[in-house]
């Protein structure tokens, strides 16, 4: 039988829960079931986060005559854009003791700089309309702590009146590279994902292998005749079927090379330099820092470069002893960690923020192997955070999920170096040969090392 075509896009709340505005498309809420955020003021937004700035904040903030009090401009430009200054330790420079915004605490929100009075909240364009999304980088929403989504429309509306490009006219999206993809395919396809990772009782670890799995598989299928209903037809076939699929063909350990270009993802996705260190060191030596970490990570033994968040010294051999959290979770270990991984992963996808505007303007496909790639990269990441915490470690806990999630959400769709060729081509390798498949399962149960 014919399915129906779903009746809202993914995340889209219904049309008396939308947001009325003075433009022709209202803002669709972000229905996550359960998600709740309010703003708890710990300050982990205004330290470790480069904030680039609009034209419109340096007026703010030149006429608030910040240069006279602090000694300088409160910005510093790089390649021929502005961004806020931070002290060496990589928080805000107008970050109080208290853990406040002294621009907040002296003129009021709307006085702050754009993207500080919008995150972790986000609007992005995509077919059926302005999308709200959520950044898991702060602590509240991985807390699930505070209001109700819905609560925020107006925050939204807000959003909207400061940036209007997030309510422009969406891009057509691909579905694959040169496949473009119609609003029909692009919300079932979400639809149908987001379906699959809210299914309960079935374990995360089975849950992300599902998407991995369907990843690999949209990358070589012939979808130039599948289109819309066909589609459709197609993808709800697949998500039916998909847990025996995954019984039938258990996941098998991943190759050398293919661990190698997961420690690379890990590497692109938490390389953040800061900006007046860039600027001093120049482009000799910050290159030479760059390839030293890379070439590190790469050879994935002896001591994890340096994270900013986590503590130093972790040896990889440390960490890899550990066993996978993703499969720790599906052992009944640590439901928390279930819950915090599903949350992130279906905002991702409800809330506009894994392919199209909000990643890079990547195909659907391309995006959803990415989002496995991050998944996999906090796994490992936690690991390394929980080695850290404690060398005698023998699992990761909440907190050490927690801080993996935050580091790799916090670049999701803002780190330019990750919408490369180099990284489009680093996810097609991993298609082949049941590379996503095997770099989300990475080292269930730890390893031994001799």
């Not at 700089?113 to 609007?123: D, E, W």
Request: hydrophobic share 40%.
């Amino acid at each position: 039988m014919r399915p129906a075509h779903p009746s809202f896009p993914p995340g889209a709340a219904r049309s008396e829960d939308r947001v009325t505005m003075g433009v022709s498309l209202p803002i669709l809420a972000l229905e996550l079931p359960g998600q709740q955020y309010s703003c708890h003021a710990c300050g982990d937004c205004c330290r470790d986060f480069t904030v680039q700035l609009r034209d419109e904040d340096i007026e703010r903030l030149d006429r608030q005559g910040w240069a006279s009090e602090l000694g300088g401009a409160p910005w510093v430009e790089f390649r021929g854009s502005r961004f806020l200054r931070q002290r060496p330790d990589g928080a805000c420079i107008f970050l109080q003791d208290d853990g406040l915004c002294r621009i907040h605490a002296r003129h009021g929100l709307q006085h702050k700089p754009v993207a500080c009075r919008s995150f972790p909240l986000s609007v992005m364009p995509t077919a059926d309309g302005p999308q709200q999304g959520l950044n898991f980088a702060c602590r509240s929403v991985q807390r699930n702590l505070g209001a109700p989504l819905g609560t925020h429309l107006p925050d939204l509306r807000r959003i909207a009146e400061d940036a209007p490009e997030t309510i422009g006219q969406a891009r057509v999206v691909a579905l694959l590279p040169g496949r473009p993809g119609s609003p029909l395919e692009l919300r079932a396809l979400a639809g149908v994902l987001d379906q699959w990772m809210g299914r309960d009782g079935l374990p995360i670890a089975t849950r992300i292998d599902g998407l991995a799995w369907i990843a690999q598989a949209l990358r070589h299928a012939k979808l130039a005749s599948v289109k819309d209903d066909r589609f459709l037809e197609l993808i709800t076939t697949i998500i039916a079927t998909l847990e025996g699929e995954l019984e039938a063909d258990p996941v098998v350990p991943a190759t050398e090379r293919q661990e190698r270009m997961l420690r690379q993802a890990i590497f692109m996705r938490t390389e953040d330099p800061r900006l007046d260190r860039m600027k001093s060191d120049g482009f000799l030596r910050t290159a030479w820092r760059q390839w030293r970490r890379q070439r590190a990570f790469l050879k994935g033994s002896g001591t994890v470069p340096e994270l900013r968040g986590f503590a130093s010294g972790v040896r990889f051999q440390t960490a890899e002893l550990i066993p996978n959290p993703l499969h720790d979770a599906a052992e009944g270990h640590d439901e928390p960690i279930d819950d915090l991984v599903s949350r992130w992963v279906r905002a991702r996808l409800r809330g506009a923020r894994t392919w199209g505007a909000g990643y890079y303007g990547f195909s659907a496909v391309e995006g959803l192997s990415a989002l496995c790639v991050d998944v996999a990269s906090a796994a490992y990441l936690a690991r390394v955070h929980a080695a850290g915490r404690d060398a005698s470690a023998d699992r990761v806990m909440l907190a050490d999920m927690a801080a993996a999630v935050a580091r790799i959400d916090r670049t999701a769709g803002r780190a330019p170096w990750l919408a490369t060729s180099g990284e489009r081509l680093r996810l097609s390798y991993l298609a082949l040969d049941d590379g996503l498949r095997r770099t989300c399962a990475l080292h269930a149960c730890g390893v031994e090392w001799t």
